[in-house]
């Protein structure tokens, strides 16, 4: 079947009222899920699995797919208003959304967010129509180290991440880096960090540490400040992005996507990484640096786009190959399995009513989602005038509940408390969390490449340059650290910026 | 800047000593066979030397008179609040499955509506009581999480 | 006997009659309300489907509710320790699966103690093991990786989801036996293995045929062998080690359990009704689309394969040095 051929048909299954239905209700939930800080898709969706038995199986992925990137959308929602992440993806979106927020200009951000979620899933899509099969077998060629030299390039984003002080930034990523060691180590057995007490075995959640570390610090910063916020409520500059907006974020959002689709094809890439790596990279491009961490729009514009493409680029391992590159297409993969399908390479070529029906339908919830979440903008920003006496027992409570949910545990929740404290102390001496995050999620990848690695090589560290992939990537990491010094090594210190 | 440099790099400078002591007895292992130490070692390591230089720069800002002082950062904020909130919600968490939700929840409410910022008795009641029903219905309910059962449900339901 | 002595009896007998008339009135109408299933394993995955085919089968019979709950993590002890910790009302069951009781208590100190403080409900089904080539390797069968093995030192290695599990056990166990060497990657989990199998950064991985059957039948891997005590039914043709001459096997069980000290009524009407369970055709079609071949085991079944498989396994982590006791701190 020729391309076109294909890409008709399944709009023509994806249209029917039925999926249309379905994929409503799974955009429709994962939005409320992905708005609720903690709770995320993959507790939506293994609610909903047991009511997906008994439909037909394009129908149960339609609306599971739907959840997950319904929730992408939802998720940078709180991350603006309040800079707490409804999604753990959505940190990054707190560093310029919320800034922009407090700068009245909430409506603009969450705005340029949903267009670029739209934009990037767009892309995404067509990505995965066009170039799936090929790209997930390159993907396998991504062994440990590959990995090892990925996750290098993406800790020397790092040096961008930081607003401030680069010294308290790399402390922050070496915190990073140890926080995440606590818990087991799976290649020696061994307990790291954890005293005994049998919840950290499994380390420190991602959610709580993020929701405590951004959301509850900025409430209790929020509490202590005697001057209120009523200031901003008075100030709403509109509810949409302006022309300006659009010519600054165009670039932005055309990079986002691509980044994100195929960060999002690995498995073990994903939003997150895409999100902040986007963010490093426009940090790096724009002509003004400084304005990043301020409100700047590229710094929601880019990452909001490369979490959405990540979504879509995740499909492809798992509907070209059968393998799951996130926990959330492990959902899938079961609800394939139980409605009969084998996942695995030869899924495309028995059912490729469910790929291409699949493909199509992702448009039309995007398109959906779009329409969902515009309209609401003018409801969030009224969310911001609600007094904050009111609105922070509120936001604490959800918090309170959705970091329980996550694994029903307690000490999720505190975690999540203490990680408050430690986020409201760290702001007040100046130390920032967004490099904390990278090295957290990065920090333990790279440390099992490195290990995996060396046990393939035997112990030789030449692997990583003997490897095509692995060396380009090394190269391309050395290059980055030091190409910010360039100036300094070659006396071209720019004096004027050129306009 | 100043001050509080100084302080919040020594509380570093002792956290990455214990990461390095505790990272040791973990096993280092070699640098061909990294050991579950190994990482963190070399990031206590580094937390030390990075806290170091935090210090100076500290030390130096004080000397050039563009440090802040640790009591002007807590100046004209009301942080005994943020203090109040913490206890609460440490108290919330560890009631929690004991209470069961609703309880624990309105009582939390209560206290958060009503004893951080000036509200009245009635409005306090009226908000916490309607946020917990409809975060039970919600969360409870539509979304399924098993929320923890306990005097009061057990009395409704 | 003395008139005073039979008195006391009478007066013991009607006082057990009275105070279990409440007790007998009461677990004649469990279940009153909504049952917690807890799954130590993450949704969408064998552990979890069964189970929640399971639950759903249950609500049929026992008119309540039975809501499933994933508490993951650590190797499937945060579930397993939260069933440990329940009220042993009948209220809070879980998936009890056999490595965290038989494995993981000899690696951690674990709050629960896998010997005394469970009552399984019952055993359901067979994770089995053995291991796969890429489907364009030269190797074809067992011996030939064995010779392969033996003429390589230091170059055959095989990715596995954890040191303590069955998969590396299977590995070890047969290099054991056969002589030949080869070293494990750690993975973090069964897709991270498998992939890195079919990418070639490995030359073995060993998983369960929910992993790996989709690919050997699409050519893309190859089971060189069964680690079990019978072959792989979707691949009848690959004999088990034990037919090839290594006489060991490694299996695992996926089982239902409570708190001990659940009243004996409830667990009885428990058993009863997910025994019934085990003819459902919806959850036996669930069991056959994970790969699950259905092994059921009566409580006492399951709690000998706990009781066997913890000592036995004591021994293969002693000697491969994971002991807790072996630990510095």
């Known amino acids: ?499 | 800047m100043g001050k509080p440099d100084q302080v919040s790099s020594l509380f570093w400078s002792i956290l990455g000593l214990g990461v390095v002591y505790l990272s040791y007895r973990l096993g280092l292992g070699t640098l061909t066979h990294p050991g579950p130490g190994f990482l963190t070692f070399w990031s206590g390591v580094i937390l030390c030397c990075l806290s170091a230089v935090v210090f100076f720069q500290g030390v130096r800002a004080q000397r050039g008179g563009t440090g802040v002082t640790l009591p002007q950062r807590w100046a004209g904020m009301a942080w005994p609040k943020s203090v109040y909130v913490i206890i609460a919600l440490l108290a919330y968490v560890l009631t929690f499955t004991y209470l069961g939700f609703l309880l624990s929840t309105i009582v939390l409410l209560i206290f958060l509506f009503k004893g951080i910022e000036p509200e009245t008795w009635r409005r306090a009641f009226l908000s916490a009581g309607l946020s917990s029903f409809i975060s039970y219905i919600l969360f409870g309910i539509w979304l399924q999480v098993q929320l923890p059962r306990g005097l009061l449900e057990k009395l409704l339901f | 006997m003395t008139k005073g002595k039979s008195r006391f009896i009478w007066a013991a007998a009607m006082a057990a009659w009275v105070l279990g008339i409440p007790a007998g009135v009461s677990y004649a109408a469990y279940p009153e309300r909504p049952i917690t299933m807890i799954v130590n394993y993450s949704p969408g995955g064998g552990s979890d489907l069964s189970a929640r085919a399971l639950a759903k089968y249950a609500e049929k019979e026992l008119g309540q509710p039975v809501v499933v709950v994933n508490k993951t993590g650590a190797a499937g002890t945060l579930g397993v320790g939260a069933i440990a910790a329940s009220k042993p009302d009948g209220y809070t069951i879980g998936v009890t699966t056999y490595s965290p009781l038989t494995m993981a208590p000899h690696m951690y100190d674990l709050p629960y103690n896998p010997l005394t403080d469970f009552e399984y409900i019952m055993g359901y089904g067979k994770y089995m093991y053995g291991p796969c080539v890429r489907g364009d390797s030269p190797i074809k069968t067992l011996k030939d990786l064995i010779d392969y093995a033996k003429v390589n030192p230091g170059k055959v290695k095989y990715s596995h989801p954890g040191l303590a599990t069955p998969n590396n056990f299977g590995m070890i166990y047969l290099s054991k036996f056969t002589g030949a060497k080869w070293e494990g990657v750690t993975f973090k989990g069964a897709p991270e293995a498998v992939a890195a199998c079919l990418g070639g950064h490995v030359d073995i991985v060993s998983q369960n045929p929910l992993d790996v059957v989709p690919y050997i039948k699409a050519g893309r891997l190859r089971l060189l062998a069964s680690f079990c005590d019978t072959r792989w039914e979707w691949v009848p043709d690959v004999p088990t080690a034990r037919e090839l001459g290594y006489d060991f096997d490694v299996v695992s069980w996926l089982a239902l359990g409570a708190r001990k000290g659940t009243p004996a009524p409830i667990m009885d009407r428990l058993r009863k009704v997910f025994k019934n369970a085990m003819e459902d055709p919806e959850f036996l079609d669930i069991l056959k689309k994970m790969h699950i071949p259905a092994a059921y085991r009566t409580p006492e079944e399951y709690k000998k394969l706990v009781e066997d498989g913890y000592i036995q396994n004591e021994k293969m982590i002693r000697e491969l040095g994971l002991h807790k006791s072996q630990k510095k701190n």
């Open chain 1, 1 to 499: 079947m020729d391309l076109l051929g294909s890409i008709l048909y399944g709009f023509s299954v994806a249209l029917t009222p039925d999926n249309l239905l379905y994929c409503f209700i799974g955009v429709f939930i994962g939005t409320l899920v992905g708005v609720l800080p903690g709770i995320g898709p993959v507790g939506a969706m293994s609610l909903l699995l047991p009511t997906t038995f008994h439909v037909s199986p394009l129908g149960a992925i339609i609306m599971l797919a739907g959840i997950y990137y319904g929730a992408m959308y939802g998720g940078s929602t709180t991350s603006i208003l309040v800079n707490i992440p409804g999604e753990a993806a959505s940190v990054v979106t707190c560093l310029d959304g919320y800034q922009m927020a407090m700068q009245g200009r909430a409506g603009p951000a969450l705005g340029i967010a949903a267009f670029g979620s739209f934009i990037a899933g767009t892309i995404s899509i067509i990505g995965l129509m066009l170039v799936a099969p090929p790209l997930a077998e390159a993907a396998l060629k991504f062994g440990p180290p590959e990995y090892f030299t990925l996750m290098a390039l993406g800790m020397t984003i790092l040096i961008y991440l930081a607003s401030g002080s680069i010294p308290k930034a790399l402390m922050m990523a070496v915190l990073g880096i140890i926080l995440a060691s606590v818990g087991i180590d799976a290649t020696s057995g061994k307990q790291r960090f954890t005293f005994g007490i049998l919840e950290l075995n499994d380390g420190i959640g991602l959610v709580p540490l993020v929701m405590g570390l951004f959301g509850i610090s900025e409430v209790l910063l929020n509490l202590e400040q005697k001057v209120k916020r009523e200031i901003l409520k008075t100030r709403l500059k509109g509810l949409l992005p302006s022309r300006l907006d659009w010519r600054d974020s165009a670039k932005p959002i055309a990079r986002g996507s691509i980044l994100g689709f195929f960060l999002g094809i690995l498995p073990g890439g994903g939003a997150l990484i895409s999100s902040f790596v986007s963010y490093g990279i426009e940090k790096r491009l724009s002509k003004d640096p400084s304005k990043f961490g301020k409100g700047a729009i590229e710094g929601v514009a880019g990452p909001e786009s490369a979490n959405n493409a990540a979504t879509g680029g995740a499909f492809i391992p798992l509907l070209t190959l059968g393998i799951p590159a996130n926990v959330v297409m492990a959902m899938l993969l079961g609800a394939l399995l139980i409605h009969g399908l084998q996942p695995g390479p030869m899924l495309m070529k028995n059912h490729p009513d469910l790929f291409w029906g699949v493909v199509t339908s992702m448009y039309v919830g995007n398109a959906m989602l779009l329409v969902l979440n515009l309209p609401l903008i003018g409801m969030w920003v009224q969310v911001l005038r609600i007094p904050y006496r009111t609105l922070f027992p509120l936001i604490l409570l959800f918090c309170l509940i959705g970091a329980y949910a996550v694994n029903y545990s307690q000490t999720d929740v505190l975690i999540m408390i203490i990680f408050g404290v430690i986020g409201y102390l760290m702001k007040k001496f100046q130390y920032e969390g967004a490099p904390l995050v990278l090295a957290y999620v990065l920090g333990p990848m790279l440390e099992d490449a490195l290990r995996q690695s060396l046990v393939i090589s035997n112990g030789s560290f030449a692997i990583f340059v003997t490897r095509p992939i692995s060396a380009i990537g090394m190269v391309l990491a050395i290059f980055l650290v030091f190409s910010p010094l360039l100036p300094w090594v070659t006396k071209k210190r720019p004096v004027f910026k050129e306009e």
